[in-house]
C-alpha cells in the first residue's frame, strides 16, 4: 500500500510542479521588505515613464525614447503600449537589432511564435553575429525543439561572449531534453561557473542529482535557497528529496519553512501528511494536514483519498469510505485505487 501511494503522490507533485514556477519572481526579501520594494520600484518606474512621455511628446521621432519606454511597458506587462512604441520605434529606424529583438519578446509574450521568430530572423540578417539575437533564436529553437539549429545559434553567440553563462544554460537544457544527462551537468557546472548567482541553473542541477538520488541534491537546493529565499520550488524541491530519501523530519522541516513564505500552498500540507501518515504512522496528525490541504485546494482527489486511508487506518470505516468516493467524485470515477479499498471495507 505504501509503495502506491508513493506513486499517487509523485503523480501529485508532476502535475502541481508548476505552482512554484510562476511565482520564481519572488527574490531575496520578506513578505514586507518585497511590498516595500515593488512599492518603491512602481513609483520610480512611473516617474521613468512621465519623463519618457515628456521627452517623446517633445521629439516623437527619436526612436531611442520609443525603445526606453517600450522596455518599461514590456517589464509591466503592458503589451498594448509597448508593442505600439517598439513598432513606432521600428518604423523610424529599422537598422537596429535590439529593437527587433525587443519586438521578438513582445510576440513570444503574446504566444505569437511565427512573428517573434520573423523579428529574431531580421536582426540576424542586419548583424548575423549579434550575440543576444544568436541567444534569442537559440530560445526559440529549444521551445521549437529543433536542438541542430538550437546549437548552431548558440555557439555563433559563445565565439562572440564564451563567458556568458545563459549560453550555457540554454545548452544545459537542450542536452537534458536529448537525454545526455552528463553533458547537461557539464553545461549547467559552467552556468554557475560563470554565474555564481545563476538560480535556474542550481535548480536543474539538484533536481537532475536528485532523480539519481545523489546527496549532492541537497548542496545545489541549498545554494539556490541561498541565493533566492523567496522561490517556492527550491524548498519543495529539497523537502522532496529529503522526504523520498529517509530523512522524513528534515522534509517536514523545510515543508514547514515553505509555508512560512507561502501558507496557502496545499501541496506542502498534503505532503507533510503523507510523511506523517506513511513515515512516522501517525494517522490521527496526517488527517490534520490533509484537512488544512482539502480546506486550500478541494478539488485533489489524491487528497482524499489518503485522507480516508488514514481514516481505514483507525479504522473509521465510515468517514474512511466518505472520502474515497470524495475521492472519485472529483476524479470522474476514474480513481481504481479508491474504489479497491472501497471494495477491501464495503462489509466492515
Known amino acids: 500500500m505504501k509503495n502506491v501511494s508513493r506513486f499517487i503522490i509523485v503523480f501529485i507533485i508532476a502535475n502541481a510542479a508548476?505552482?512554484?514556477?510562476?511565482?520564481?519572481?519572488?527574490?531575496?526579501?520578506?513578505r514586507t521588505q518585497k511590498t516595500e520594494y515593488e512599492a518603491t520600484y512602481v513609483d520610480s518606474t512611473e516617474k521613468q515613464l512621465q519623463v519618457l512621455t515628456k521627452r517623446i511628446a517633445e521629439d516623437p521621432n527619436d526612436p531611442s525614447l520609443l525603445y526606453q519606454r517600450s522596455l518599461i511597458y514590456y517589464r509591466l506587462q503592458n503589451l498594448y503600449k509597448g508593442l505600439e512604441d517598439i513598432i513606432r520605434a521600428i518604423s523610424i529606424d529599422s537598422s537596429e537589432?535590439?529593437?527587433?529583438?525587443?519586438l521578438a519578446d513582445f510576440y513570444y509574450a503574446d504566444n505569437r511564435i511565427g512573428?517573434?521568430?520573423e523579428c529574431i530572423e531580421k536582426g540576424l540578417k542586419l548583424n548575423?553575429?549579434?550575440v543576444n539575437a544568436n541567444i534569442r533564436m537559440g530560445e526559440l529553437m529549444y521551445y521549437l525543439t529543433d536542438y541542430v539549429q538550437m546549437f548552431s545559434h548558440l555557439d555563433v553567440a559563445l565565439k562572440q561572449d564564451p563567458y556568458n553563462a545563459k549560453i550555457y544554460f540554454i545548452k544545459g537544457m537542450g542536452f537534458k531534453e536529448m537525454g545526455d544527462t552528463n553533458l547537461a551537468i557539464s553545461s549547467f557546472s559552467t552556468t554557475i561557473e560563470?554565474?555564481?548567482d545563476y538560480f535556474d541553473a542550481y535548480m536543474q542541477l539538484a533536481n537532475i542529482y536528485a532523480a539519481k538520488h545523489n546527496p549532492i541534491a541537497i548542496q545545489y537546493y541549498n545554494n539556490a535557497i541561498q541565493i533566492n529565499p523567496l522561490m517556492i520550488e527550491a524548498h519543495y524541491g529539497l523537502a522532496y528529496y529529503l522526504q523520498e530519501n529517509g530523512k522524513p523530519d528534515?522534509?517536514?522541516k523545510i515543508y514547514t519553512d515553505l509555508l512560512s513564505i507561502d501558507p496557502t500552498n496545499?501541496?506542502?500540507c498534503h505532503n507533510i501528511g503523507y510523511i506523517f501518515l506513511f513515515f512516522k504512522n501517525?494517522?490521527?496528525a496526517a488527517i490534520q494536514w490533509f484537512n488544512r490541504s482539502a480546506s486550500l485546494n478541494p478539488k485533489v482527489a489524491n487528497t482524499y483519498y489518503h485522507r480516508g486511508y488514514a481514516y481505514e487506518v483507525l479504522k473509521d470505516y465510515v468517514k474512511a469510505r466518505e472520502n474515497y468516493n470524495l475521492a472519485l467524485e472529483i476524479a470522474e470515477g476514474n480513481f481504481p485505487l479508491a474504489s479497491q479499498r472501497l471494495e477491501q471495507i464495503l462489509n466492515k
Open 18 to 30: 508548476i505552482f512554484s514556477l510562476i511565482i520564481l519572481g519572488n527574490c531575496g526579501k520578506s
Open 97 to 102: 537589432v535590439k529593437y527587433h529583438l525587443l
Open 115 to 117: 512573428e517573434a521568430r
Open 128 to 130: 548575423p553575429d549579434d
Open 194 to 196: 560563470q554565474d555564481p
Open 250 to 252: 528534515d522534509a517536514i
Open 266 to 268: 496545499a501541496v506542502a
Open 282 to 284: 501517525d494517522p490521527t
